[in-house]
């Protein structure tokens, strides 16, 4: 998780890649379990700056500062996980993954005083690969209450989701 950090603090796109499994699959639902947001390995290191580095998110954003602070660290057993279905990102029945949960804060200035900000409760699981290196399998953003609005029953948040601004930074490639 601390090469995680690094990788976004030094908008390093190739150590980000060695991080990623190829089977990486990242997703954001609301809180009514609807997707809004999902990429791949490749989708996701695109959208990074891999590639084009002016246009992703390492170098759109002059300034990125990525905190995690773990709150749950467990053993997600293989046996408990099978495949529900053809191509399950979250099956994985032969092989137990490490499963980190914990908060996200991460600020991304365009400008001194310009840019987004997102606090945002995420789950990551890794998979260790026949080097013996962990990687990450799954990242997984918990919704945001203002998702949904009056149908979560909570206050707006004040930041943005992770997933809102990765579509924005598409969004801004693209036009």
Request: glycine fraction near 10%; include cysteine; aromatic fraction near 14%.
């Amino acid at each position: 998780m601390e090469s995680l950090e690094r990788a976004f603090e030094e908008r390093d796109p190739d150590l980000l890649a060695s991080l990623l499994d190829d089977g990486f699959w990242f997703t954001e639902e609301n809180c009514l379990g609807q997707l809004l947001y999902w990429s791949d390995k490749e989708e996701e290191l695109e959208l990074m700056g891999r590639g084009d580095s002016r246009r992703g998110v390492f170098g759109i954003f002059r300034k990125i500062e990525f905190d995690f602070w773990t709150s749950r660290r467990y053993e997600e057993s293989g046996a408990d996980s099978p495949m529900e279905f053809e191509g399950d990102p979250d099956g994985h029945p032969e092989e137990d993954w490490l499963v980190f949960r914990g908060r996200v804060e991460l600020l991304l200035l365009t400008k001194p005083d310009e840019g987004f900000f997102v606090d945002q409760l995420m789950t990551f699981k890794l998979r260790q690969d026949e080097d013996g290196m962990w990687r990450i399998r799954r990242w997984v953003c918990d919704p945001l209450s203002r998702d949904c609005g009056e149908a979560s029953g909570r206050a707006a948040a004040e930041s943005n989701s992770w997933g809102w601004v990765k579509a924005w930074v598409m969004a801004a490639a693209s036009g």
